[in-house]
């Protein structure tokens, strides 16, 4: 067995020898297969196992300036706020968020605080342990229809190489559990790829006049003028409803809705990512079928949600990519808020920019994630409260 080979599967081993709760029964398996595979006495499998632990203890060099209880404290207070973004996130932001977060919650020392301006982002990464939660994965509910795709031209190439915003890629998420019977609260997403800037609208369904609304509402609240959208190939935007809307008014002035190709996630990438990042973050893999939360989720994201994520929340954005024989490396610049986007992009009026700008300088992002989480308090606990009158009612 080759020597790279063998070092992998030991290091896989190590993982499971000191998982935490892992028993004696599974120990002594392990140290079996560690036997076979190095040929050994039970005493040297034991030391390989051990081996790992024992070089952290004897850590060579100087501490670390970082390397103490107070800082770390605060570092990681500053993470938790931020919501647990990657470092070079929080790199960007710590300048911009350090006095709301001292102002909101506590002041710091002088020198944790120059520590924390001057901390790289590989440094910090080295001190956060993820601790990822486990969580479920919720259902596809996209089903591609047979009617109507002819009316909608399909675009894979250079639809994300655009410089002009207001080009929205969309799609719907279902709250529905683990189960597609009977109605439920579904989420519109939508995204633009140039500015990153995002939207989101709850609906009771994917009726076509639900959807329709809530992408009228979506485009009065843009700060740039909505030229197109991109969607999948569900029947909640192939209707002729939303394409008469989106097309026969606005063909002359260039307007454009196109649609991704069946069953290929990646031509409708950022929304994809954006299904995740947003609506699952915050409100998860529940089945909330009452009609009652409908009003509540619009409430969070027509108001916090949608200025915390447009202001405050940082994103990569692709630059360019190397061809390395047969592979990609990707090299991303630094992360911007769609805020900062759109400010830099030339195509957005500076009245609309002037606006944004007026609007940037009267908000608090701690305040903000503040009251993002009192308002998902009371979604859940709302919800907690139907479902335990739904159960007394069927019990009775």
């Known amino acids: 067995m080759e020597k790279v080979v063998k070092h992998h599967l030991l290091e896989s081993l190590r993982a499971k020898y000191h998982r935490y709760g892992v028993k004696r029964k599974e120990k002594s398996e392990i140290l079996e297969e560690v036997q076979k595979l190095l040929d050994c006495h039970r005493k040297h499998a034991i030391r390989t196992m051990k081996r790992r632990v ?30 647990f973004r990657n470092a070079e996130v929080i790199k960007e932001n710590m300048r911009e968020w350090l006095p709301f977060i001292e102002k909101h919650k506590g002041a710091m020392s002088l020198e944790t605080k120059q520590k924390l301006l001057t901390i790289s982002a590989s440094t910090m990464k080295r001190y956060f342990k993820r601790m990822r939660e486990q969580s479920g994965k919720g259902i596809s509910n996209t089903r591609p229809v047979s009617i109507l795709r002819t009316e909608i031209p399909i675009r894979v190439e250079s639809f994300w190489n655009e410089k002009i915003p207001g080009k929205m890629a969309a799609d719907t998420v279902s709250h529905c559990g683990g189960s597609t019977h009977g109605q439920y609260v579904n989420s519109l997403d939508a995204v633009c790829p140039v500015t990153h800037w995002t939207a989101q609208r709850a609906t009771w369904g994917k009726g076509h006049s639900e959807i329709l609304d809530a992408s009228k509402s979506i485009e009065k609240n843009l700060p740039f003028p909505l030229i197109g959208w991109h969607v999948d190939n569900g029947s909640e935007f192939m209707n002729h409803a939303f394409i008469r809307h989106f097309t026969n008014e606005r063909f002359r002035f260039g307007f454009s809705l196109t649609r991704s190709r069946a069953y290929h996630k990646n031509d409708n990438c950022h929304v994809e990512q954006k299904n995740w990042s947003v609506v699952r973050r915050y409100l998860g893999y529940d089945r909330l079928d009452f009609q009652e939360l409908v009003p509540m989720i619009n409430d969070l994201y027509e108001n916090e949600l949608y200025l915390y994520l447009n202001h405050f929340g940082r994103t990569f954005k692709l630059e360019h990519k190397i061809a390395i024989k047969s592979r990609y490396k990707r090299i991303y610049g630094i992360p911007k808020t769609p805020y900062l986007r759109v400010l ?27 009251t993002i989480e009192h308002k998902l308090k009371k979604i859940f606990l709302q919800w907690r409260r139907l479902s335990a009158s739904r159960k007394a009612a069927t019990a009775a």
């Open 54 to 83: 024992r070089n952290a203890e004897k850590k060579r060099g100087r501490k670390s300036k970082y390397d103490y209880p107070e800082f770390l404290s605060a570092l990681h207070k500053v993470r938790r706020v931020m919501e």
């Open 344 to 370: 830099e992009s030339e195509f957005v009026s500076t009245e609309s920019k002037n606006r944004l700008i007026e609007q940037h300088k009267l908000l608090d992002p701690v305040i903000l994630k503040m």
